[in-house]
């Protein structure tokens, strides 16, 4: 892949991302945040409502070796604003970090997301690049996001990141991740103002990417329940995918209840469902799909989850990044095998930036990723996923009908995990899409 024929195709390329966004604020799990926190208390079943708790959530994390995520009270968000110091703040929530990638790669992405607050809006490298939409005098219309209407709240989650070996609470962090402790507002509610311009807003997009539907809460103040916000989010997937390709990012919630009902009526209405490791195993656990062990290494027996999973949910197709590789599996109505590569190899190079300073500036971070090789790890895993399958593949890729794999760019020591797979997601699928239309 030439990056340079990449970034081209990606300018000024449209892409909506809704509906997450929000203001990170980052720890290091080290021993005075242990002596913050306390003993560890019980493992939470709900919403975080203690440091005891948080300090649980941690431990078990760092146990697994990948990321998690839990929602706080409102009350327990409260006390961790007032009392703990963040060792840096930056721009979060999918929707947030994929728009703010997207521009600062050169493409034009259109983003929406509540409680947008002149704080928030602070944290964007290039807010000039990025579009809000409004309604105005019954008009959808584009505006500049500097000059989108803002709110006087910021929603603020905390990200406790750890590397391989870090120990806390008594546990030893298995791999290089983070958890989150998410704070849930009552205006992420997944109605927009411009839901009923959905059907034109995907006229004026090349493909659209939509996460945070596993923020949403169980009951509202208005009375209203995640049944009916569901629903309304399914109805919006519906009517921009009218005219664009929809990929729906999949989140870890820890409500079987929520995950059935985004299951059931927002995943059937997009064209590729975007996970990782994690969610991928949720997914399986919920649909009662055992894990097949009749396969010595693990790509083959994920290749074969994300096929069973896929007919099951009866979507054209699954991404999925790993750390050391990207898997999709699709049907003949979703985009060229090579469409789909070019865009994980691009991502790759995303990826390898984002871990190596935590941000992606500009397009100039992508051509200090390519020093990075492919992870060795990546490249055995797609050699022999290629073998299971009887398929080719070169330099660490398969791109063949109905499968494509590319293993990542790894940087050995990230200065943060934070982001790295919403940017790979976004980045891959836009790209992606790009290519194909230009073809």
């Not at 989150?180 to 205006?187: L, M, N, T, V, Y």
């Not at 074969?304 to 197709?317: H, K, M, N, P």
Request: aromatic residues 6%; proline residues 4%.
């Amino acid at each position: 892949m030439d990056l340079q024929t990449a970034l081209d195709t990606l300018t000024d390329y449209p892409v909506l991302c809704a509906y997450n966004a929000n203001v990170d604020a980052i720890r290091r799990v080290d021993t005075d945040l242990e002596t913050f926190l306390g003993p560890p208390g019980e493992s939470p079943n709900g919403r975080l409502d203690s440091r005891g708790e948080l300090a649980a959530a941690i431990a078990a994390t760092m146990a697994d070796g990948s990321g998690d995520e839990r929602a706080m009270t409102s009350a327990f968000a409260a006390d961790l604003e007032s009392s703990l110091t963040a060792d840096e703040q930056r721009l979060g929530g999918q929707a947030g970090i994929m728009s703010d990638v997207l521009s600062s790669l050169g493409g034009a992405p259109v983003l929406y997301t509540y409680l947008l607050s002149e704080r928030q809006r602070a944290q964007f490298i290039h807010a000039d690049g990025i579009r809000f939409p409004v309604v105005e005098e019954g008009r959808l219309a584009l505006r500049p996001l500097d000059d989108a209407p803002t709110a006087d709240r910021t929603k603020l989650n905390w990200i406790f990141e750890f590397d391989d070996g870090d120990t806390c609470c008594g546990t030893t962090a298995t791999d290089a991740s983070r958890f989150i402790a998410a704070s849930r507002p009552d205006e992420f509610d997944l109605h927009t103002p411009v839901d009923d311009h959905a059907v034109e807003l995907g006229e004026r997009v090349g493909c659209a990417v939509l996460s945070g539907f596993h923020s949403v809460n169980r009951e509202y103040e208005n009375a209203e329940t995640f049944e009916t916000c569901l629903d309304n989010a399914a109805a919006f997937v519906r009517a921009v995918g009218r005219n664009a390709r929809v990929q729906v990012e999949l989140g870890v919630t820890h409500d079987p209840d929520v995950r059935r009902r985004l299951r059931e009526v927002v995943v059937p209405e997009a064209d590729v469902v975007s996970l990782d490791s994690r969610e991928l195993d949720q997914l399986r656990d919920d649909l009662g799909l055992s894990t097949q062990e009749r396969h010595d290494h693990a790509v083959t027996r994920r290749y074969e989850t994300l096929d069973r999973v896929r007919e099951r949910l009866g979507v054209d197709a699954l991404s999925f990044h790993a750390k050391s590789y990207f898997l999709a599996t699709f049907d003949d109505g979703y985009l060229p095998p090579t469409a789909v590569k070019e865009g994980f190899d691009f991502a790759a190079c995303v990826a390898a930036a984002k871990a190596e300073d935590g941000l992606v500036t500009g397009a100039a971070d992508l051509g200090d990723a390519t020093r990075f090789e492919r992870a060795a790890e990546g490249v055995d895993a797609v050699g022999r996923l290629a073998a299971h399958l009887d398929v080719p593949s070169v330099d660490g890729a398969i791109a063949s009908p109905g499968v494509v794999a590319v293993a990542n760019r790894v940087v050995d020591n990230p200065a943060s995990t934070v982001g790295i797979g919403d940017a790979v997601s976004v980045t891959s699928f836009a790209l992606a899409n790009a290519v194909a239309d230009e073809r």
